[in-house]
């Protein structure tokens, strides 16, 4: 199912050959299948993305795990590190959780995790909240936290200091 009609921002790429993959991350183009077995059917991603998603097989393997190991009233997945959406699709295609909140904080990238779960046709069972994962989840969900499972999947490269590094506040005192 391709998405008719969307366009990407400019920081959004979905790259027809291997030619027109920027050099420096050409050697991710024969991953795409992997990456996305709908690829082709315009799946978007920015640069980063092609080093930084969850390969499906390992998303839905993750999914499958997840589920497998939750207390049953737990019902809810959040996502707090959503990126182009390779787990949160992949949550949602379990159909193992009532609801799926996936939470990105850069426009560009929750705009290719919008429109991937389009192509994967379950993103009417995702909610997506823009913004700070800490924060989304302190303002918005935090009364979900009995019946939740927050799955993170942060940045693990580039230069990540004390200070920029995601998990640095870690505290939600959920129970
Ligand atoms: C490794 S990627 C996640 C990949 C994702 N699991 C997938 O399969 O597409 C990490 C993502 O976390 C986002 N991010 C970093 N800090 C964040 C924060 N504090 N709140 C929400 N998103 C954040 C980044 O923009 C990036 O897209």
Redesign the pocket.
């Known amino acids: 199912m391709s998405v008719e009609g969307e366009v990407p921002p400019p920081e959004v790429k979905h790259y027809n050959s291997r030619d027109d993959v920027p050099q420096d991350i050409q050697k991710y183009w024969a991953q795409r299948y992997n990456i996305f077995s709908k690829y082709d059917d315009g799946v978007w991603l920015?640069d980063?993305?092609w080093f930084?998603?969850?390969?499906e097989p390992v998303?839905t393997k993750i999914a499958d795990h997840v589920a497998a190991a939750r207390s049953l009233k737990k019902c809810i997945m959040i996502?707090?590190?959503?990126?182009?959406?390779?787990?949160?699709?992949?949550f949602a295609r379990s159909n193992k959780w009532k609801r799926v909140y996936a939470?990105?904080?850069?426009p560009a990238?929750l705009q290719?995790?919008k429109h991937n779960a389009k192509i994967y046709g379950v993103e009417d069972k995702i909610t997506w909240f823009e913004?700070?994962?800490?924060?989304?989840i302190r303002l918005y969900l935090k009364d979900l936290g009995p019946y939740s499972v927050i799955?993170a999947?942060?940045?693990?490269?580039g230069e990540l200091t004390e200070e920029s590094h995601?998990l640095r506040t870690y505290a939600l005192h959920w129970r």
């Open positions: 920015t980063d993305a930084g998603v969850t390969p998303a996502d707090a590190f959503a990126g182009v959406g390779g787990n949160a699709i992949a939470i990105e904080k850069d990238v290719c995790a913004g700070d994962c800490f924060e989304t799955f999947s942060p940045p693990w490269g995601p």
